[in-house]
């Protein structure tokens, strides 16, 4: 299944050629109307109500208003457990339907996730990037109709950070997740203190339409 998904990705890395580097993550703007999506300038709590946050019935169907959604999910230079990839499945079908607001002029919207190894990470970390170094979350978003773009999520520094901050492997894989997504949707952490801030808290929105109730990647780094 892994070797399959890794020729998905293959195609992404030639795609995405043209990328900027932003944070912790290789980032190219996103299409207009993805930027600033208005389901994330809503105003309430983190996690707060708002109906176009609610995930319709039948996470990953469709419907005559709502994008058809899905997410494929693989690895790279490790064996993950099966367990922990529809976990991880799951966690992007649910973030993609909070943000149906933002992909409603779609009629599929897919996302793809790449857990790896260190090695794997530290050599896209220095082709795209300049940095010979390995790091937590690398996103690469692409122009196309229906795929958002690639987010690849290194396990080795997933753990170690979430031993760091005190929770569990998966808490932490969820943190990246969504700060990768993010990125795919225009936010940029390092732009302005502004949109730092925004991006914090779009961050503790979607973490909590998954029950987290813990920092973002953006607030932990202070």
């Known amino acids: ?71 494929l999910v693989g690895c790279q230079g490790l064996d993950a457990e099966d367990s922990l990839l529809q976990a991880l499945e799951a966690d992007g079908l649910a973030l993609l339907a909070a943000a149906a607001a933002a992909l409603e002029d779609r009629p599929r919207a897919e996302l793809s996730l790449t857990l790896c190894d260190s090695d794997f990470i530290r050599g896209l970390n ?46 932490e894989l969820r943190v990246l997740l969504v700060h990768g997504l993010l990125h795919l949707l225009g936010y940029d952490h390092e732009t302005s203190d502004v949109d730092a801030a925004e991006m914090s808290e779009a961050e503790g929105r979607l973490l909590g339409r998954l029950g987290w109730r813990g920092e973002g990647l953006v607030a932990a780094a202070g």
């Open 1 to 71: 299944f892994c070797d399959e998904r890794m020729a998905v990705f293959a195609l992404l890395l030639v795609q995405s050629a043209r990328c900027l580097a932003v944070g912790s993550a290789v980032f190219r703007p996103a299409p207009p109307a993805l930027r600033r999506s208005p389901w994330l300038a809503m105003s309430g709590g983190t996690g707060g109500g708002s109906s176009n946050l609610e995930p319709s019935a039948g996470t990953g169907g469709s419907s005559s208003s709502a994008a058809a959604l899905s997410v």
């Open 126 to 171: 220095a082709q795209w990037r300049g940095k010979d170094c390995a790091t937590d979350v690398l996103s690469f978003p692409q122009d196309d109709a229906e795929m958002l773009g690639d987010v690849v999520l290194c396990v080795d520094v997933a753990d170690r950070q979430a031993a760091e901050r005190g929770h569990e492997r998966r808490d």
